[in-house]
């Protein structure tokens, strides 16, 4: 089947404008988490999803990060007012049941914030 | 805090060598730990995964090991090959907190032909 999806696959963007960025996970795929991999810092977790509800937010860098997730499906991670220091490749993946089984991640979208 | 080291950093082999790749972890109360490759301008593929109660497991040339009392876990490649060539990172989880990942930065080998 199909694997995980992520849009947009690039977006550039100025210095204090929003941004959204959208997971689709695998179908059936119960738990979904997001990361953000930058230059020099690694794969950082930011958010884990359970369904629709978010047991640990605790990777979330500011309060200008914000992720939803609807209909234990899609989810979008919000970055608002942003700033240079967010340009990174965000990472999307997801597994079945709870959050300790197999993860299976997207391609990713790479942020650029000029 | 979990922390998650990767040793090398960066690895080249001819190709057709057996090599091992290092992951070590300082919290040992681990969930599970689960090993990926990462292609450039790609994201993770997943290896291999192996529960807290597993010592080790096996995809075609890939063995994974992992002994939790030294915090360590080990990626077996044999008779590497040049489409071997990719980033490996070893990803860890509490018993505590499955939810979570916590990466190593990863080994990034090359496989000369």
């Known amino acids: 089947g199909a694997g995980v999806s992520q849009s947009p696959s690039n977006k550039v963007t100025e210095k204090g404008k929003d941004v959204e960025l959208r997971c689709d996970p695998i179908s059936g795929h119960t738990a979904l988490y997001w990361y953000r991999q930058s230059l020099g810092q690694g794969l950082e977790f930011l958010i884990y999803f359970q369904g629709n509800s978010a047991p640990d937010k605790s990777g979330l860098p500011s309060d200008r990060f914000s992720a939803e997730r609807t209909g234990g499906s899609v989810s979008t991670l919000t970055i608002q007012r942003t700033q240079q220091e967010d340009s990174a490749v965000y990472l999307c993946?997801?597994?079945?049941?709870?959050?300790?089984?197999?993860?299976?991640f997207g391609p990713g979208t790479r942020l650029t914030v000029l | 805090k979990q922390e998650v080291t990767q040793i090398p950093a960066a690895l080249s082999v001819p190709e057709g060598e057996n090599l091992v790749l290092n992951c070590s972890f300082t919290?040992?109360?681990?969930?599970?730990l689960q090993w990926f490759r990462q292609d450039p301008g790609k994201g993770l593929t997943s290896l291999l995964l192996i529960q807290s109660s597993q010592r080790e497991q096996t995809s075609g040339r890939l063995n994974a090991s992992l002994d939790k009392s030294s915090g360590r876990s080990t990626l077996y490649i044999a008779a590497s090959q040049p489409g071997d060539s990719a980033t490996y990172l070893c990803a860890v989880r509490l018993i505590t907190n499955a939810g979570k990942s916590t990466f190593g930065d990863g080994t990034t080998l090359t496989v000369k032909p």
């Open positions: 919290d040992s109360a681990i969930y599970n």
């Open positions: 993946a997801s597994s079945l049941g709870h959050g300790g089984n197999e993860q299976f």
